[in-house]
């Protein structure tokens, strides 16, 4: 057999590149396989997020900015604080604009409700009903607001029924009781507490108050049960009746509080309280200083000023030197009452 005659030599040129370019191909495709092979993965979360895109809030966490409340319906604002309270996350804060906010509002949840005005009387929420606000759980926090109640004598601007209510330069007034608290907590500051009963603390509850005005139109704070209120750096006045009732095993500690004007008693203590007053002035009340029945009671540095009278026939130029012009009383288990001047 004769054999196959050679190819020109142009198509030999040709077959030579073809191959050629094969061979460079096939060495590029190993040398791809073999960086691929050898370059770390890329970690689950980030190639998650690649897939994903920018990862959501988790749930119930607090929204980014604040919610704001405007009773005119600005723009990006709601008109009420019930509905902020309802759209509110766990931790969210609400701001309040100046205005009339008309609403009775109840809150299960820690949240932050801020009056963004310069003086808390700009902002005003009220009520005709039997609450302004009313505490059922978290730790509620008002600032810079004033929170009023028009529904009467056994109605309130607060109630606190579970976890605590904290407020801060704010003002609370009502016909009834400004804030009542029962197994719960209070933590008042920098605040103007006004009502028949400015403050009434039952159950098992704690409250502090520091740099608070106190005014009663019967009582001003009234502790009862196994309840544990400290009052500091404050002012108890003008309560028709006492400026402190503390009875049934309550503890009240009072530390550079004024105690005036009250119509009877500046301080009750009865039925197994605990009640200790120090660095303080009582002065101007109609009754006794203080009045213990059954109770216990501790004084230290504290002056004790009788409210001025008419002197009448028998009366003396001035108090007995040696003699403090307090008048004090103390019943015992008789409910016999002694009065010292």
């Given at each position: 057999?004769?054999a ?33 092979a ?74 932050i ?18 609450r ?11 600032k ?59 159950g ?55 105690l ?24 101007d ?57």
């Amino acid at each position: 057999m004769s054999a196959a005659p050679p190819l020109p030599g142009y198509l030999e040129d040709v077959w030579m590149q073809v191959f050629a370019l094969l061979a460079v191909a096939s060495g590029l495709f190993v040398a791809a396989d073999h960086f691929a092979a050898r370059a770390p993965a890329a970690p689950a979360p980030l190639a998650a997020a690649a897939q994903a895109g920018a990862a959501t809030p988790a749930a119930g966490a607090p929204l980014a900015g604040p919610l704001l409340v405007d009773p005119r319906g600005a723009k990006g604002s709601l008109t009420t604080i019930a509905a902020a309270v309802q759209a509110a996350k766990e931790g969210d804060t609400i701001v309040l604009k100046p205005g009339v906010y008309n609403e009775s509002v109840s809150v299960s949840k820690s949240l932050i409700l801020s009056g963004s005005a310069n003086t808390n009387d700009q902002v005003q929420w009220t009520s005709a009903e039997s609450r302004t606000l009313t505490v059922a759980g978290g730790r509620v926090f008002l600032k810079g607001l004033t929170l009023t109640n028009t529904g009467g004598s056994e109605a309130s601007a607060a109630e606190v029924l579970q976890g605590s209510l904290v407020l801060e330069q704010a003002k609370v007034q009502a016909a009834g009781m400004a804030v009542s608290v029962r197994d719960a907590a209070l933590e008042a500051t920098d605040v103007v507490l006004q009502g028949r009963t400015a403050v009434s603390i039952l159950g098992r509850s704690r409250a502090s108050l520091l740099r608070a005005t106190v005014t009663g139109g019967w009582t001003g704070l009234w502790v009862e049960g196994m309840s544990d209120v400290r009052v500091e750096s404050s002012q108890l006045k003008g309560a028709q009746n006492s400026g402190v009732e503390a009875g049934r095993f309550a503890k009240v500690r009072m530390t550079e509080v004024s105690l005036a004007g009250s119509g009877q008693a500046a301080v009750q203590a009865r039925g197994g309280a605990d009640v200790r007053i120090e660095r303080s002035r009582v002065s101007d009340n109609r009754g006794c200083g203080l009045s213990v029945e059954n109770a216990t009671a501790t004084i230290e540095r504290v002056r004790f000023e009788r409210e001025p009278r008419p002197r009448g026939a028998g009366d003396q130029a001035g108090p007995r030197e040696g003699r403090d012009p307090a008048r004090l009383r103390q019943h015992g288990p008789d409910d016999s009452g002694e009065e010292l001047n």
